[in-house]
C-alpha cells in the first residue's frame, strides 16, 4: 500500500519537474529545444559543451528529425530511459533534464538533501542510500556535498558505465550444464 501511495506521488511530481525542466531548456519559449538553447544552458551552468555534441544529444532522441525536441519527444525519451532496465537507451540529455529536476533551489547545483527526495520516490528507502554514495560518494545529508552540472553528467556517465560493465557480455556468459537425463 505504501508504495503505491508512494507511486502515485512520485508520478505527480515528476510530471511537475519535467514541465520545469523542459521550460527552463526551452529559452526561446517556442515549445522546442534546439542546440542554440541546449548550448545556452551549458554555458549559464558553466559547463563545457560543444555544438557538435548538443546536436548529437538532439538528435538522439529527435524524432521528427526537425533538429529540435518537442515536449512529445521530450516526455517520450524520458520514459524510455527512466523504464529503461538494459542501460542502452541514449541518456546524454536524459541525464541533463535529471539535473534540472533534482536543482529544486535553481541554484545551479544539486545537493544530496535535493536529490534524495527523488531517488527516494524513484528507488524506495532500501536503495537510497546506495543511489546517494553511487552519485555523490556519500549519504550524509548534513555533509554539504553539492555537485554542479559538469560534476553531476560525470557522476551519472560513471555510474552507467559501471552498470553496462556489470551486465552479461558474450566473454562473461556461462552456459548452464546440459541437463543430466534420468535413467529409469
Given at each position: 500500500m505504501a508504495a503505491e501511495a508512494r507511486e502515485r506521488f512520485a508520478k505527480k511530481n515528476e510530471a511537475e519537474d519535467l514541465r520545469r525542466?523542459?521550460?527552463k531548456l526551452d529559452s526561446k519559449g517556442d515549445g522546442k529545444i534546439d542546440a542554440d538553447e541546449l548550448v545556452r544552458f551549458f554555458t549559464i551552468m558553466a559547463c563545457q559543451a560543444h555544438k557538435n555534441d548538443v546536436q548529437d544529444m538532439i538528435w538522439?532522441?529527435?524524432e521528427d528529425c526537425d533538429q529540435c525536441v518537442s515536449w512529445l519527444e521530450f516526455q517520450s525519451?524520458?520514459?524510455r530511459c527512466r523504464n529503461d532496465t538494459t542501460g542502452y537507451e541514449p541518456r546524454r540529455l536524459f541525464n541533463v533534464v535529471e539535473f534540472i529536476m533534482n536543482d529544486?533551489?535553481?541554484s545551479g547545483s544539486v545537493s544530496v538533501e535535493e536529490a534524495m527526495q527523488i531517488l527516494y520516490?524513484?528507488?524506495g528507502k532500501s536503495l537510497l542510500d546506495t543511489q546517494?554514495?553511487?552519485i555523490f560518494g556519500t549519504?550524509?545529508?548534513n555533509s554539504g556535498k553539492d555537485l554542479t552540472l559538469?560534476?553531476?553528467l560525470h557522476s551519472l556517465s560513471r555510474s552507467q558505465v559501471k552498470q553496462l560493465r556489470s551486465k552479461v557480455t558474450a566473454k562473461s556468459y556461462k552456459a548452464p550444464p546440459p541437463a543430466q537425463k534420468k535413467r529409469k
Amino acid at each position: 500500500m505504501a508504495a503505491e501511495a508512494r507511486e502515485r506521488f512520485a508520478k505527480k511530481n515528476e510530471a511537475e519537474d519535467l514541465r520545469r525542466a523542459f521550460d527552463k531548456l526551452d529559452s526561446k519559449g517556442d515549445g522546442k529545444i534546439d542546440a542554440d538553447e541546449l548550448v545556452r544552458f551549458f554555458t549559464i551552468m558553466a559547463c563545457q559543451a560543444h555544438k557538435n555534441d548538443v546536436q548529437d544529444m538532439i538528435w538522439e532522441v529527435d524524432e521528427d528529425c526537425d533538429q529540435c525536441v518537442s515536449w512529445l519527444e521530450f516526455q517520450s525519451m524520458y520514459r524510455r530511459c527512466r523504464n529503461d532496465t538494459t542501460g542502452y537507451e541514449p541518456r546524454r540529455l536524459f541525464n541533463v533534464v535529471e539535473f534540472i529536476m533534482n536543482d529544486k533551489d535553481d541554484s545551479g547545483s544539486v545537493s544530496v538533501e535535493e536529490a534524495m527526495q527523488i531517488l527516494y520516490l524513484r528507488y524506495g528507502k532500501s536503495l537510497l542510500d546506495t543511489q546517494l554514495e553511487e552519485i555523490f560518494g556519500t549519504s550524509d545529508t548534513n555533509s554539504g556535498k553539492d555537485l554542479t552540472l559538469s560534476e553531476f553528467l560525470h557522476s551519472l556517465s560513471r555510474s552507467q558505465v559501471k552498470q553496462l560493465r556489470s551486465k552479461v557480455t558474450a566473454k562473461s556468459y556461462k552456459a548452464p550444464p546440459p541437463a543430466q537425463k534420468k535413467r529409469k
